[in-house]
């Protein structure tokens, strides 16, 4: 039996296998590790080719089978497919709520110069400057990954939720996406 790959369950269980990974699965290689992962933890074999596919990085593919997302359920501690769905319908959190007052800050509500402090578990704090379009310089990282001088670009930042950016250059290096407070989202979030 095959299920459509665009459907939301499909969609979360990626971000748990990313998770449980430890990073996105963005590369070549990170395919061949992940294959070799699921294999080495499962006792069960999927080719690099067929998680290509499920991540859409081989065009033209629109299902995959039940017996894969099972074996991909297991690796991310589920007794399979069926049983992870139901999981997600009544164990996961709730996926929409309403944005509280000063608990968001908007990047059309800022000006150049304008300095937020953001904080993350378990000691992470930065502070970053506005310096127009969607883009920030940090001036000032403690315990961060993120350190002065880096720059990235955002256009949301919500307290108690992850911040996800886009173009982090850390160090002179590219990185296409980074985010900050993957559990237990931005524990600080400021305008000072």
């Not at 459907?7 to 990974?21: G, H, N, S, T, Y």
């Not at 690099?48 to 074996?71: K, M, P, Q």
């Not at 000006?111 to 000691?123: F, N, Q």
């Amino acid at each position: 039996m095959a299920v459509k790959t665009n459907i939301p369950e499909i969609v979360a269980l990626k971000i748990a296998v990313e998770k449980r990974f430890g990073h996105p699965i963005e590369s070549r290689n990170d395919f061949t590790l992940l294959a070799y992962d699921i294999e080495r933890t499962t006792n069960s074999h999927i080719a690099e080719n067929t998680l290509r596919r499920l991540w859409g990085r081989i065009a033209s593919y629109e299902t995959v089978f039940v017996r894969t997302l099972d074996v991909i359920c297991k690796y991310i501690g589920h007794e399979h497919w069926h049983k992870y769905c139901q999981f997600i319908k009544t164990e996961t959190n709730k996926e929409s709520d309403l944005v509280k007052q000063g608990m968001s800050i908007n990047v059309e509500d800022l000006a150049p110069g304008d300095k937020i402090r953001i904080g993350w578990l378990p000691d992470r704090m930065c502070i970053v400057e506005y310096i127009g379009g969607r883009t920030f310089i940090a001036i000032d990282a403690i315990n961060a990954t993120l350190q002065k001088g880096d720059t990235f670009e955002c256009s949301l930042m919500l307290k108690n939720y992850p911040l996800f950016v886009d173009n982090l250059v850390h160090g002179g290096e590219h990185c296409p996406r980074y985010s900050m407070g993957l559990t237990s989202g931005l524990t600080t979030l400021e305008k000072l």
